[in-house]
């Protein structure tokens, strides 16, 4: 008897290990926005390493090739948050 409960224990942990999401939950908005705004960060720093280098004789063809990408990602950035900022205007002329 004991062993059907053993078994049947085993059955119901495997089920529940099967339907647990294996991915990680939403981050929400916040975390979307942090995310971003860490890798527009990250692609600014390497666009002024790779400056950095070009003054020691590095390749000037990576130096503009990032510092184009970095200023892209930047004029992104601003395009989202002007979406954002129309939106959030246009719900507060919303009436309730």
């Known amino acids: 008897m004991s062993d059907i409960k053993i078994g049947v224990s085993q059955t119901l942990n495997n089920i529940n290990r099967t339907l647990k999401p294996s ?31 070009l ?22 950035m601003v395009e989202v948050r002007n979406k954002l900022l129309n939106a959030y205007e246009e719900i507060m002329r919303m009436q309730v």
Do not use: C, H, W, Y
Not at 35 to 51: C, P, T, W, Y
Not at 55 to 76: P, R
């Open 55 to 76: 003054t020691t004789g590095g390749d000037i063809t990576q130096a503009i090739i990032s510092m184009e990408k970095a200023d892209m990602t930047f004029n992104l």
């Open 23 to 53: 991915i990680e939950p939403e981050k929400g908005f916040e975390g979307i926005v942090q995310e971003a705004m860490g890798k527009l960060s990250q692609i600014q720093n390497d666009a002024e390493n790779a400056v950095r280098e």
